[in-house]
């Protein structure tokens, strides 16, 4: 059976159906997120003191650099979309690719950044502070590989469908591109929060 | 998205893209810089909060083409929105039957 409306708008929705699909489900995981940022907030508040990331080891320097390299990515992300809607296709390539090597830096810096809290004796059972920032960075970057797995896959063998049905294919882009931003955009929160406040 | 379908708007469009990057890119330094500036904790988390959400606001906007979508999409967000708000405050029933500790 044929998936319906995959670029064809639904007449009552005005979408086609996966873009309000990932809608739905990006709703979810602000809930997700959402409830770990409100557990934040109680330990924050329930806690007599609460210590700066800085104090405590964390890079504010790595950390910047991050932040820049998925900001960086969600704009290479827009371009791949943006390049197939102008039908480049190697352009799509090159931007994708950048996304995806974006991906592995983030998570490269990421796991460093573990290492060493974990070489000075900081585990997620150390204290509060770093229980829920193992819990929010952890789960954020589980997000930004599970969003590398997508976006590789676009990359490599499922984009054939370029080839079939282009339109289709863009349409799961620019979807796709909607999750990548909406990591983006969690980090955004994440970063001030646990590293400068 | 009609205003996205032909070629000339898509290249206006990744014009501002690439402005927006720069500006992500400039309000992350920002948000860096002010951290340094050792302001009372009530000011420093409202400061950085206004400007994350100013830039979570222009990547939702212009990335994820939130200015122009259709509706239905926005009453998703807006119960998104509203729910999002009740956990937030659901720290603050905590407090209703103990005093503050700070």
Not at chain 1, 27 to 45: D, H, K
Not at chain 1, 157 to 179: C, H, Q, S
């Amino acid at each position: 059976m044929e998936i319906p409306y995959t670029t064809e708008t639904r007449p009552d929705t005005g979408l086609y159906n996966a873009k309000l699909g990932v809608w739905l489900f990006l709703a979810s995981e602000v809930m997700l997120f959402g409830s770990l940022f409100s557990s934040y907030i109680l330990l924050r508040t329930g806690a007599p003191s609460w210590p700066h990331g800085r104090d405590l080891g964390l890079s504010v320097p790595l950390a910047t650099i991050n932040t820049m390299v998925l900001i960086g990515s969600s704009v290479t992300m827009v371009l791949a979309w943006a390049s197939l809607k102008l039908k480049e296709f190697n352009k799509y390539r090159l931007y994708m690719g950048l996304t995806i090597l974006a991906g592995f830096a983030f998570m490269g810096i990421k796991a460093y950044e573990y290492a060493t809290k974990f070489e000075h004796h900081h585990f997620p059972k150390t204290n509060t502070f770093f229980a829920i920032y193992f819990t929010l960075t952890g789960l954020h970057g589980l997000h930004v590989l599970g969003g590398m797995i997508i976006n590789g896959y676009f990359w490599g063998p499922g984009a054939k469908m370029w080839e079939t049905d282009p339109e289709r294919f863009t349409n799961r882009i620019e979807v796709a591109g909607l999750y990548w931003h909406f990591v983006d955009l969690v980090w955004i929160f994440l970063f001030p929060t646990l590293y400068l406040l | 998205m009609s205003a996205h379908n032909d070629a000339e708007s898509i290249r206006k469009e990744v014009k501002i893209y690439i402005t927006v990057f720069l500006g992500l890119a400039v309000l992350t330094v920002l948000t860096v810089g002010v951290s340094y500036f050792h302001m009372p904790v009530a000011l420093a988390i409202l400061v950085a909060l206004v400007i994350a959400t100013f830039k979570g606001s222009l990547v939702a906007a212009i990335f994820m083409h939130l200015r122009a979508e259709r509706k239905l999409i926005y009453w998703v967000l807006v119960l998104t929105v509203i729910f999002f708000i009740v956990l937030m405050a659901i720290p603050s029933i905590s407090q209703w039957d103990q005093r503050m500790i700070r």
